[in-house]
């Protein structure tokens, strides 16, 4: 995706392609002259135009999306939903950081919930818990430690040996498992979709404008699109990481491809391979594993691999998720991915994200980290907040940390593929 404003996908979304067509929303056109603009209508950029809303009931509002709402990257990943985050080990500072991480997760998440409610939003979101499983000694180490962390937060856990995880989920490729019984599924596409009918009809939205320049003019801002020049008091940049193309940000953010596939109907009688649960996701032991969830009543999900910048072949994702699902299910190897599809997201050195001002009324949310439904919520939100004030959430920043820099390349896609490599051999059966 270098020197390219937005990420294209050579694959529609599956998650997309299982729903009903949608008329998208018309581009923007001519001489538009607002209060704010947000560039981006993923679960970011609708938390921040949703909250300039409440904050600013007569604001006039654009809300710019590149490709079509349900196609973009935010409906393009595995439907998990964090309502509480686990601490990195089971200090007493690490705890403390948690809580205050969760305080805000959990509004982020509540509002959420809230919007599907109220609008009767039909994204077959449920509590589903969640299973972290692994398939490697060192694996199952990494879930104790989890485990640990989870336990001295308060959560409850349930260790699951190879015959129960068999039992659960239908497959004996993991040895260890831990289950909690915090953790939602959701279909993502469904999801964004729902959240754009129901932002309020202040927040006036426009598909397929992505934003090709962007220029401080006084104390204004300029936005060109293919058919419209958007001047703008403030700016949101919910992109993650196209706000590179921008200029921003070039030394913190390094995009991700990532890559996930649906099968194809099962037939009842193949629908007893899924196990016990009717519903449930399966997160990896390495952070460079395999996730597999349930979809429905009839299909399963893979996702996996991982490439820096640039995207891999298609046949190269085909041949490795086909053989990464039936590694775990060898009785389903006739079955077939019916939809595979890439997403882009952003990583950080830390972990931690970037959110903040950039220029005068220029402010951006970037590095998510693969974590970006609650997450994103919570920060737009933020980000809405900081455009209205100007003043910095000093809590909210210390809660989500703040993104390191990073060596330019070549350094840094050396350094990428040098980590790369050995995770991956780290990760082992886990991929």
Not at 137 to 161: F, K, P, S
Not at 218 to 225: A, R
Not at 322 to 343: A, D, M, N, Q, T
């Amino acid at each position: 995706m270098k020197n390219q404003a937005f990420p294209i996908y050579s694959q529609p979304c599956g998650w997309n392609a299982l729903l009903p067509n949608r008329e998208a929303r018309p581009p923007a056109t001519g001489q538009l002259d607002v209060q704010y603009v947000v560039v981006g209508a993923g679960f970011t950029g609708m938390a921040a135009a949703r909250r300039l809303c409440q904050l600013n009931p007569n604001a006039s509002i654009v809300l710019l999306e590149a490709s079509t709402v349900g196609e973009g990257s935010s409906a393009r990943n595995s439907g998990f939903l964090t309502r509480e985050e686990y601490p990195s080990n089971s200090s007493a500072p690490a705890i403390e950081q948690n809580k205050v991480l969760n305080g805000f997760n959990r509004e982020a998440f509540d509002d959420l919930k809230q919007i599907i409610e109220d609008h009767q939003i039909a994204c077959d979101f449920h509590t589903s818990g969640r299973i972290r499983a692994a398939a490697t000694a060192d694996g199952a180490n990494t879930l104790r430690t989890i485990q640990q962390a989870l336990e001295a937060t308060g959560h409850t856990t349930q260790t699951l040996d190879e015959s129960k995880l068999h039992h659960l989920i239908g497959t004996s490729y993991y040895k260890f498992g831990v289950h909690t019984d915090t953790g939602h599924l959701v279909q993502p596409a469904a999801l964004i979709r729902g959240m754009l009918s129901a932002l309020p009809q202040q927040v006036e939205v426009h598909e397929n404008s992505p934003v090709l320049d962007l220029n401080q003019h006084g104390k204004k801002w300029q936005l060109k699109t293919s058919s419209a020049q958007i001047t703008a008091d403030q700016v949101i940049m919910a992109t993650n990481a196209s706000v590179k193309y921008f200029g921003y940000l070039q030394d913190k953010v390094v995009t991700i491809h990532t890559y996930a596939g649906i099968t194809e109907p099962l037939k009842p009688s193949e629908i007893a391979s899924f196990g016990s649960l009717e519903s449930w996701g399966v997160l990896p032991a390495h952070r460079l594993g395999t996730t597999v969830r349930r979809v429905g009543a009839d299909r399963l999900l893979v996702r996996s691999l991982y490439a820096y910048e640039n995207s891999l072949s298609e046949s190269v994702v085909h041949d490795a998720l086909h053989s990464r699902f039936h590694k775990r299910y060898p009785e389903l190897s006739h079955i077939r991915l019916e939809h595979v599809w890439g997403g882009v997201t952003a990583l950080t050195l830390n972990g931690s994200p970037y959110v903040g001002c950039l220029e005068p009324g220029l402010y951006a949310s970037a590095g998510c980290n693969g974590s970006g439904i609650v997450k994103g919520t919570a920060l737009g939100s933020y980000m809405a907040e900081l455009a209205l004030s100007n003043k910095p959430n000093s809590q909210i920043l210390k809660a989500y940390g703040t993104a390191n820099k990073i060596l330019p390349d070549p350094f840094r896609a050396l350094g990428f593929k040098v980590v790369s490599a050995w995770e991956s051999r780290k990760a082992g059966l886990e991929s």
